[in-house]
């Protein structure tokens, strides 16, 4: 689910409530804001900032398995991640592996 935010400089911004996102591991965080998404066959890969915290983040799901994972990425190279989100997957965060 998807709804649009209108910023004082009144630019409009997607912010993501996606269900198979994670929940932000802040407290009273803002959902992020979502950059970029694509598909490709069954996986679906999002480019998400979080305006609170600037933090940039890679999700990717397979929607056939329902498998999933999220990398903190650097700005620099977001737009890299993002059309090649397995390069990246071994950056995934240590808050994924328990």
């Keep these: 689910m998807e ?3 209108t910023s004082s400089a009144a630019a409009t911004a997607t912010v993501v409530t996606r269900q198979w ?3 932000s591991d802040e407290a009273g965080i803002t959902p992020p804001r979502e950059l970029a998404q694509r598909e490709s066959g069954t ?6 900032w979080y305006a609170e915290t ?7 799901r397979e929607r056939g398995t329902g ?3 999220h990398v903190q990425i ?9 059309y090649h989100p397995y390069a990246y997957a071994a950056t995934e965060t240590a808050a994924d592996d328990g």
Excluded: G, Q, T, Y
Excluded at 54 to 60: F, K, P, S, W
Excluded at 74 to 82: G, Y
């Design 67 to 69: 498998e999933e994972f």
């Design 21 to 23: 996102l994670r929940p």
């Design 43 to 48: 996986i679906e890969v999002l480019l998400l």
């Design 3 to 5: 709804r649009n935010i």
């Design 54 to 60: 600037d933090r940039v983040e890679l999700a990717v």
């Design 74 to 82: 650097s700005p620099s190279v977001a737009l890299d991640a993002f």
